[in-house]
């Protein structure tokens, strides 16, 4: 029998570090690795990277306290000022000729490669930003105020230049641009306004744009799929369908990210890399990462070194033709990159639960035999890796216990027709099957088959 690669979307365990891939080469579906981390440029400071932008065809990173412009060839200038603070979320937008940073609690501008404070007392508080239409937008921390800056000066603001999202008297925490249309996202409403060209106010809200969710975490906020993602106040993930949120969250994972202390710091970053389009929603306090694809409709955990805790992925920027992503503690910037499997060379721990095999009343299957089809012959040249292994076990109490580990080789280089098989795995009532693989080598697993056959106890 074959048992299946994942179980139902709201049951079961989600893969590591892998992903549904419907579709490989032989157009069979599979678990595949999820890209590795390859480094790409590392400043020598142990602090985190908080926010990265492309502008003029250079990188500029928030590292600390820091701004970094980083070329092609991964070579950084230093920007001389700094910013006041040096963690937190940090946004940033461009108007085509400046670069606007928040940090949650002061405004800057980069113009010329020089970094300056916004010192306009008209300046408010800065919740979230967004750009459009040649206004820098801000929501004012804790109100419902959205402010927007003079025409093609993030450096010049006016008192009376604003407007509130008055649905509900909630504040407004998180503001994005999609579209060429500004979601506000409140406490526990959103409301959709477009720019309506008033000399008063340019912007005002669509008629019928008005959504009873909130956020929950004012930086999981993302643009994705021609689409607005987030983490309402329920914390269910949703996705909006013109204006209605719909919920992609799945029952388990609601339940896990309801048991974690601290739900209100995750953040977000989305990106898109051979054909599958991915939300990353990171929680700092809790240490997970939890990965949705929108072109399968199906989750995934991340998971890094040291401890198999949160992905380091912080945040993400596309440039010269490489996704990047900035780490959250080490103040490196990495390459997601498919041919590399290792984090920075690290191990990259990929696993998955498959689907339980489960017997009828008074019985159990006895397990014969069981056939775990990978890309096979995937061996390095020299070190670990060379003779590379997969290692199997099994929990026969709902995952509770696992078995001794069975480390099974996957190939050495050219070893195509390798199997990976074991033998005589005994009888249960109910059994889930986990494979585990570490070496730094391709990680495609295709299809678990098993000889097993029921019994009478």
Known sequence: MQIPLIGKSDQGQYPVNLFYDPEQSDQRPALRG?????SFYASGVGAPVRAMTVFNGSLYAVIGNTVYKINTAGIATV??????????VVEMADNGTQIMLIDGTYGYIIEGDVLAQITDD???VPASLAYQDTYFIVTEKDTGKIYISSQMDGTEWDALDYASAEGKPDDALAIISDHRELWILGQVSTEVFYNSGDAAFPFE????????KGIGAAASAAKLDNSVFWLTEEFQVVRALEYTP??????KIEKEIAGYETKSDAVAYTYAQEGHSFYVLNFPTANKTWVYDVATQLWHERRSFPTDGRHRGNCYAYFNGKHLVGDYDNGKIYELDFNTFDDDGKIQRSIHVFPPIMAGNRQNVFHFRIEIEVTS???????????????????????????????????????YTNRVVERRMGSARWRAYRLTITDPVERCIIAPYLDAESGSY
């Open 34 to 38: 999820i890209p590795g981390l390859k």
């Open 377 to 415: 012959g995937v061996g390095l040249v020299s070190g670990q890796g060379e003779d590379p292994i997969a290692i199997l076990d099994w929990s026969n109490d709902n995952y509770n216990n696992w078995s001794n580990e069975h480390w099974l080789k996957i190939g050495k280089i050219g070893e």
């Open 246 to 251: 719909v919920i992609v969250s799945t029952r």
């Open 122 to 124: 008209n300046f408010p």
């Open 79 to 88: 920007l001389t000022a700094t910013l006041s603070t040096s963690t937190g």
């Open 205 to 212: 809200r669509i008629n019928g744009a008005f959504i009873e």
